[in-house]
């Protein structure tokens, strides 16, 4: 049982440069989320599906594109990247019920951008 | 949207001391509170959590209250251990379903 699984774990881009994140998680939840770490400001949420078929802005959505492929797979898209991206994105997975659930977070990506 | 507040952003202890993180939030219809701990280099872990009908809920050396009146919530640590050193989240989900938002962290560091 490998939980959320996140690839790749490192990426280095240049300015401008396109790449996707990849997110799978084998636990059947239904709400997936994607998170950016930065040194003092916490966990930024970027973009969540509550849902299969459904995706929601979080704080920080600009620069970046979502897709929940299916029940298993959601994927973050950073179509031209920038300096700004350079973070440690995790990748979330919970089971919604009532609002509540544990997020089961992913081993984390870190991204420098040049 | 929600917005969640944390203090302080680092704590300092020694070793069998207790230790309270803080945090306030916005949106009076938030109704699920967790706590997740992240050690160096690791992933955040869910270590407590509490949902708006509770008070105050307990699990061995740590406890968190809830003052829905006054939008806040707290984490307490008793007798403090080495291996509590950690950066700790507090967290709000509100009324947009499913949305989670965390606080800024705190660093707490336990001296042996």
């Known amino acids: 049982n490998a939980g959320v699984t996140q690839t790749p774990k490192f990426q280095v881009l240049k300015t401008g440069q396109s790449m996707t994140l990849q997110c799978a998680q084998d636990?059947?939840?239904?709400?997936m989320y994607w998170y950016r770490q930065d040194p003092g400001m916490g966990l930024r949420l970027i973009y969540y599906?509550?849902?299969?078929?459904?995706?929601d802005k979080g704080e920080v959505p600009n620069g970046y594109n979502v897709s929940r492929l299916n029940k298993r797979e959601f994927s973050l898209r950073l179509e031209s990247a920038a300096p700004s991206q350079t973070s440690v994105y995790f990748c979330?997975?919970?089971?919604?019920?009532?609002?509540?659930?544990?997020?089961?977070f992913g081993e984390g990506s870190r991204l420098t951008v040049l | 949207g929600e917005n969640v507040e944390q203090h302080p952003s680092t704590l300092s202890v020694q070793e069998g001391d207790s230790a309270v993180i803080k945090c306030t939030y916005s949106?009076?219809?938030?109704?699920?509170f967790p706590w997740y701990k992240q050690e160096l280099g690791k992933r955040p872990q869910l270590i407590i959590d509490?949902?708006?009908?509770?008070g105050e809920k307990k699990d061995q050396r740590i406890a968190v209250t809830l003052n829905k009146t006054a939008k806040h919530f707290s984490l307490h640590i008793t007798e403090t251990q080495p291996e509590d050193s950690a950066v700790y989240f507090c967290?709000?989900?509100?009324?947009?379903?499913?949305?989670?938002?965390f606080g800024q962290g705190t660093i707490l560091t336990v001296h042996p």
């Open positions: 979330a997975s919970t089971q919604l019920r009532e609002n509540t659930g544990e997020l089961f």
């Open positions: 636990m059947n939840h239904n709400s």
């Open positions: 599906s509550a849902s299969e078929g459904t995706t």
């Open positions: 949106d009076s219809a938030s109704n699920y």
């Open positions: 509490i949902r708006s009908n509770v």
């Open positions: 967290a709000a989900r509100g009324t947009s379903y499913g949305k989670l938002t």
